[in-house]
């Protein structure tokens, strides 16, 4: 029986959030007929979607079979199991690397993503499978979403924060409660009620920059330690489902960017060089004894947590060679003094207060492994186009992890149905995207996080 409820709207989806995932479960839901309406608490679309580099992992793709890799679901199912120390759940996970490459050929054909010509590696994966849109951000995939769902007629109501969810007296969810023109310093608005018939879709993100809720999952993340998220990456939503009875998982479980700077705010542009170039072909140091200490193509829990025990900030080092090789364009990092230019090593280490002599002989140590093919010391793997750190100028990068990514949210099936503790559905409730909990487990590889979004958008869109 439904509650006595005075709504201001009706709908028949309503998607909380403007990220990757909402706009993904917006689309499809749309796509099938229903009327759908998208809500975003901040005044412009995108989140953490819009500041990400926008790429998308997929297994068994036709860049892959053009370069020769193989690759598969199994592969990048045990790598991220690895990545994820065990903790993640099968089914959800098996969801994913089994639409992984639909996914990531949807973003191609059905909205017309225009993506670099490059495979790449990162931290945790066996094998270059990830994809990265023209432009290096997410501003790119956003547009294109934006651009169907404008076609779709799906409106999109910013500045406006969704505050509970409201069900009938058999727990049935049949909409939210919302606050228009939605200030977030202020934290005031004004309230309505949206009633969604066929269902609601949380698709708000992480907790990345809710410093409180995070602090208390993890103390060691208080407010000491930067985010690379925006500001409205809170968790508010996230309580709202935990209210009626949603189930939570993994909440502590909070990824780190290995690859910030202490020396910008958010996500700043020193990531492209770190991620992109750094960890690929160069090493990280510790100024306090000039020696490696870490697998720079580790995940990001092994990086980020090998620096946190060091203490203080590390340094990344690379030389000219690997930064031509890369083909990024890491000029606004150089710009901003994130990334630094040296002529000589020596001149390196004193600018660092590295002693240079130990540091020429991390280097060399290093070098030698590069031609041998082989990481004694770390195990770090070796890619194809690795040389010899030797060709001036140099270049470095201070390196402080930031919180970056919240594994933990609540619990769904694999139709992205939100579950309750008893593991039975909540009627009406859906999630997908950094809301969700144990896909990732522990660590999250990169660009798996789109990947997921995707493809738990699109069931989220669909089911619904």
Not at 243 to 267: K, M, N
């Amino acid at each position: 029986m439904e509650k006595a409820v005075q709504w201001d709207e009706l709908v028949d989806v309503l998607v909380v959030g403007s990220g990757f995932a909402g706009l993904t479960a917006a689309i499809e839901a749309a796509e099938l007929g229903k009327k759908v309406l998208v809500i975003e608490k901040m005044k412009r679309a995108g989140g953490n979607s819009i500041i990400s580099d926008g790429g998308i992992a997929a297994p068994g793709t036709q860049l892959q079979a053009d370069r020769g890799i193989v690759d598969s679901e199994k592969s990048m199912y045990d790598d991220m199991v690895t990545a994820g120390l065990g903790l993640n759940h099968p089914k959800l996970l098996r969801t994913l690397v089994s639409q992984a490459r639909s996914a990531f050929e949807w973003t191609v054909d059905a909205l017309q993503v225009p993506y670099l010509d490059r495979v790449d590696i990162f931290g945790g994966h066996s094998v270059a499978r990830c994809y990265t849109p023209q432009g290096v951000t997410g501003a790119t995939m956003l547009k294109r979403m934006l651009k169907r769902v404008a076609e779709l007629s799906i409106p999109v109501l910013y500045s406006t924060s969704f505050r509970s969810i409201l069900t009938d007296n058999q727990g049935r969810v049949l909409g939210g409660a919302v606050l228009r023109e939605y200030d977030y310093r202020t934290n005031t608005g004004v309230p309505a009620k949206i009633r969604a018939q066929r269902g609601v879709i949380l698709a708000s993100g992480g907790y990345g920059a809710d410093v409180a809720f995070r602090s208390i999952q993890d103390p060691r993340l208080d407010e000491t330690i930067q985010t690379t998220n925006k500001v409205a990456a809170t968790a508010e939503v996230l309580k709202s489902a935990l209210h009626i009875g949603a189930a939570s998982v993994q909440l502590s479980q909070i990824q780190l960017g290995a690859w910030a700077s202490p020396d910008e705010q958010g996500f700043g542009h020193g990531p492209l060089f770190a991620d992109y170039i750094l960890f690929q072909y160069g090493v990280i140091v510790d100024p306090s004894t000039g020696r490696r200490f870490v697998n720079e193509l580790g995940d990001r829990r092994q990086s980020a947590d090998a620096i946190l025990r060091i203490g203080h900030p590390c340094i990344g080092i690379a030389d000219s060679r690997a930064v031509e090789h890369s083909g990024w364009d890491i000029s606004r990092a150089i710009r901003k003094g994130v990334v630094k230019i040296h002529a000589t090593m020596d001149e390196l280490a004193a600018s660092y207060g590295i002693d240079a002599a130990t540091l020429q002989a991390s280097i060399s140590r290093y070098n030698g492994f590069v031609q041998d093919g082989a990481d004694a010391d770390l195990q770090k793997p070796m890619v194809d186009e690795a040389s010899p750190i030797e060709e001036a100028p140099f270049y470095a990068m201070r390196l402080w992890p930031k919180v970056h990514f919240s594994m933990g949210g609540v619990a769904i099936n694999e139709r992205s149905q939100v579950l309750d503790f008893d593991g039975r559905t909540i009627k009406g409730l859906y999630a997908a995207g950094e809301v969700v909990g144990g896909v990732h487990g522990a660590s999250r590889l990169g660009s798996c996080a789109i990947s997921e979004c995707v493809v738990f958008g699109r069931i989220a869109g669909q089911n619904v």
